[in-house]
């Protein structure tokens, strides 16, 4: 189990390094701002993950390894952007890269998140969940501030929702006789969703624009 955690808790923090990489990009960045959005992107969300659960210093900084990995993926788009074939990685293609990239992530972390929280308190369904949710959403959030753009997880269509149908599914999953597919499964339900709410424009109801008051 400690090998598949690490598997995809690597997998997340490649594609949110790629995904806060791309956001550099597109805010015109030099390469050290697309490191920190990449490095806020990748650890951040595990930071909070590991605080919450009292492991301190957290995982990401203990380890040498997720960092090494963020910077080396910031230099690898840096150079793709910054080299001859850059007419070809711009436009929708940056897009899709970026939208792909962060729905893996926020399926990796979200099965991390949650099997992290059942390991250490299994009699807590709504903690794992929403563990789970916090993990996948985090370094998004701190990408998004520390860019000056409105955090996704709070207008983007069908964004969290995603991360907190995924908790659920792990959880049904692993207490019930499905418990060694729980983060396979909980994986694909959330990358599922998430990459049909981005295909079909998938999102969830919001006010309406309404006439003001005649007085």
Do not use: C
């Amino acid at each position: 189990m400690d090998i598949i955690w690490y598997m995809f808790d690597m997998i997340g923090t490649i594609a949110f390094a790629v995904s806060g990489a791309l956001v550099g990009v597109a805010r015109k960045m030099d390469i050290f701002g697309m490191a920190v959005l990449a490095l806020a992107t990748a650890i951040g969300g595990g930071i909070v993950r590991d605080v919450l659960l009292g492991y301190f210093p957290p995982n990401s900084l203990r380890n040498v390894v997720y960092v090494t990995v963020v910077l080396a993926v910031t230099v690898i788009v840096f150079l793709i952007y910054n080299s001859r074939y850059r007419k070809h990685a711009m436009g929708p293609r940056s897009r899709a890269s970026y939208l792909l990239a962060d729905a893996l992530g926020l399926a990796s972390f979200t099965v991390t998140g949650a099997s992290a929280g059942f390991k250490l308190y299994p009699e807590l369904p709504i903690f794992i969940v929403l563990l789970g949710t916090i993990t996948a959403v985090g370094g998004g959030i701190i990408r998004d501030m520390l860019a000056q753009r409105i955090p996704s997880v709070l207008k983007e269509d069908v964004y969290a929702l995603p991360s907190i149908i995924g908790g659920i599914v792990y959880y049904l999953m692993v207490t019930s006789s499905w418990d060694s597919m729980a983060v396979y499964g909980a994986f694909t339900v959330v990358l599922v969703i998430r990459l049909l709410a981005i295909k079909y424009n998938w999102s969830l109801p919001k006010v309406g624009k309404t006439k003001p008051v005649a007085k």
